[in-house]
C-alpha cells in the first residue's frame, strides 16, 4: 500500500480530476475525499489511527468550514497527518495563515501532477516544505532581512543565536529545497545539512521544519 492520501476541495470536477491523476501513481493511495473541511473532519472520526491519510491535498476556499480553519483543527487533533495546501491563492496573507495554522507546504493548482506528488512524497520521507516557485519566493523574502547581522538575527527567543550558516539553511528550508539540494547550493553534504538543521531544530525546541518557519512567523523576527 502507498502513501495514504486524501483530497478536500469544494469542486467536484477539480477534485475528481485530480484523484484520478494520483491513481495513476502506484506509491499513492487516496482514501478519502471531501468537499469542505467539516465534511473531511467528520470522515476522520471514522477511521482507525492505521487508517488516517498521511498526507491532505487541502483546498482553501470552501464552504462551511475554510482549508486554513481545517489545518489548524486537525494538527491539533491528528497531528501526525500533514496537510499540503493546493490552491490558486498566491498572496502572502493566506501563505502565512496557512504555514501558522501547520500546513507542510503550499503548491498553486497549476502545478504539473508529476511536482505535487513529489511534493507528497518529500513532506512524508524527506520531513521537506514543498511549495511552488512563486511561492517560495514571497516565504524567503519574509526571512531575509538586511538590516541585521546574520550572527545575532534570531537572538530575540531566550537568547539563542542561530549561527550565520544555519541561518542560510534556514532560508533554504522555507525555499522547500531539501538537504541534497541545500547542500549542492551551499557546497556542503547532505550529511552536514542534516546535522545544522538538527541544531536549529534544538535551538528553537522543534522537531520539523515547518515547525521552523511557523515559530519564525510567530515571533515575529523577519517584520
Not at 467536484?12 to 480530476?17: G, S
Not at 513532506?123 to 516565504?139: H, T
Request: net charge negative.
Amino acid at each position: 500500500m502507498g502513501i495514504r492520501i486524501a483530497v478536500v476541495d469544494d469542486k467536484r470536477l477539480l477534485r475528481t480530476t485530480l484523484c484520478e491523476q494520483l491513481a495513476y501513481y502506484e506509491e499513492l493511495d487516496v482514501m478519502l475525499k471531501a468537499a469542505d473541511g467539516d465534511e473531511f473532519l467528520q470522515a476522520m472520526k471514522v477511521l482507525k489511527p492505521e487508517q488516517l491519510p498521511q498526507v491532505v491535498l487541502m483546498d482553501i476556499e470552501m464552504p462551511n468550514m475554510d482549508g486554513i480553519e481545517t489545518v489548524g483543527i486537525t494538527r491539533e487533533i491528528y497531528p501526525e497527518v500533514l496537510c499540503l495546501m493546493l490552491t490558486v491563492f498566491d498572496d502572502d496573507e493566506k501563505l502565512f495563515e496557512a504555514i501558522k495554522a501547520g500546513a507542510c507546504g503550499y503548491l498553486l493548482k497549476d502545478e504539473k501532477i508529476g511536482n505535487i506528488v513529489r511534493a507528497i512524497t518529500e513532506c512524508v520521507y524527506d520531513g521537506s516544505v514543498p511549495m511552488s516557485p512563486r511561492i517560495a519566493q514571497k516565504a524567503l523574502s519574509l526571512l531575509k532581512n538586511t538590516s541585521k547581522p546574520a550572527d545575532n538575527l534570531l537572538s530575540q527567543h531566550d537568547d539563542c543565536i542561530l549561527s550565520s550558516r544555519e541561518i542560510e539553511i534556514l532560508q533554504r528550508i522555507v525555499d522547500g529545497l531539501n538537504y541534497q539540494q541545500i547542500g549542492e547550493r551551499l557546497f556542503i553534504s547532505p550529511h552536514t545539512v542534516r546535522k545544522h538543521t538538527a541544531n536549529i531544530y534544538e535551538k528553537l525546541h522543534v522537531s520539523n521544519k515547518a515547525a521552523v518557519i511557523k515559530v519564525a512567523l510567530h515571533k515575529k523576527w523577519f517584520n
